[in-house]
């Protein structure tokens, strides 16, 4: 059976997002959904849609992260303030993005840090394509910050009775994190460890679940403000590539 072409996948891609993305920017319109809640969703299916059609049809394939990466990026340009405001689909949509601590810098926060993760993932890609590695690890940093940046955030705000603070990288400022949100991260590096348990041989798998999940932990609680992403892709990249060439 013949497999559908990159540009067909990205479609269903692109049509499945935007689905997504209605019924979460239709439930915070309602008041039925917080936006901390709203943009972990967006969050969690532009990761694992992206993770699920390279890895299930295109063998993660690294000019199919830059195309959709590229996309992606075009997507949120959409959400500038001079084009959303004279579309009302687009304004509607923005809805479920727009945190109040994030304004009036939204949409370049959001930006950025997508610009980000797209340089690191490209670059994971090639460093672990020249060094003969399956391209498969990379689904290991997608896994963690789809499930533990995403879960963390909510189960904080929803469960989160444990407080610590913490000053974020590059910055004087310091953030209110807690233990259940920081948690999520934790448990999220070991799952997706077992999960992709035969990439590595016994003795990598029992190093990586030794340091990788308190150093993500550590990660996403002291990245900077929306940028946690591309610095948990960057530092589960780099650990994974080290153990794997021991």
Do not use: C
Not at 62 to 76: C, D, E, H, M, W
Not at 181 to 192: C, E, P, Q, R
Not at 201 to 209: E, G, H, K, T, V
């Amino acid at each position: 059976m013949q497999l559908p072409s990159w540009t067909s996948l990205e479609l269903i891609r692109i049509m499945f997002i935007i689905i997504v993305g209605f019924i979460v920017s239709y439930l915070v319109k309602e008041g039925k959904l917080k936006v901390n809640y709203s943009r972990k969703i967006a969050h969690f299916s532009h990761i694992l849609s992206t993770l699920f059609i390279n890895g299930v049809f295109l063998d993660y394939n690294i000019q199919y992260f830059v195309a959709s990466g590229t996309i992606s990026l075009f997507q949120i340009l959409l959400f500038t303030e001079p084009i959303r405001s004279r579309i009302a689909l687009l304004d509607f949509f923005f809805l479920s993005y727009d945190r109040p601590e994030d304004r009036p810098h939204t949409v370049r926060l959001a930006f950025t840090q997508l610009l980000a993760m797209n340089v690191v993932l490209i670059a994971m890609a090639l460093i672990y394509q020249r060094a003969g590695l399956p391209l498969d690890l990379l689904a290991i940093p997608m896994f963690v910050t789809a499930f533990g940046d995403g879960l963390a955030e909510p189960v904080g705000v929803r469960f989160g009775r444990n407080k610590y603070e913490v000053m974020a990288l590059f910055t004087d400022r310091v953030y209110t994190r807690s233990y259940e949100g920081s948690a999520m991260v934790t448990l999220s590096t070991v799952f997706s460890l077992v999960v992709f348990r035969s990439l590595f041989s016994l003795n990598q798998l029992i190093m990586l679940l030794m340091v990788m999940p308190f150093l993500m932990t550590l990660t996403e609680a002291k990245a900077p403000h929306t940028w946690d992403n591309p610095f948990l892709y960057l530092v589960a990249g780099l650990v994974i590539y080290l153990v794997s060439m021991i």
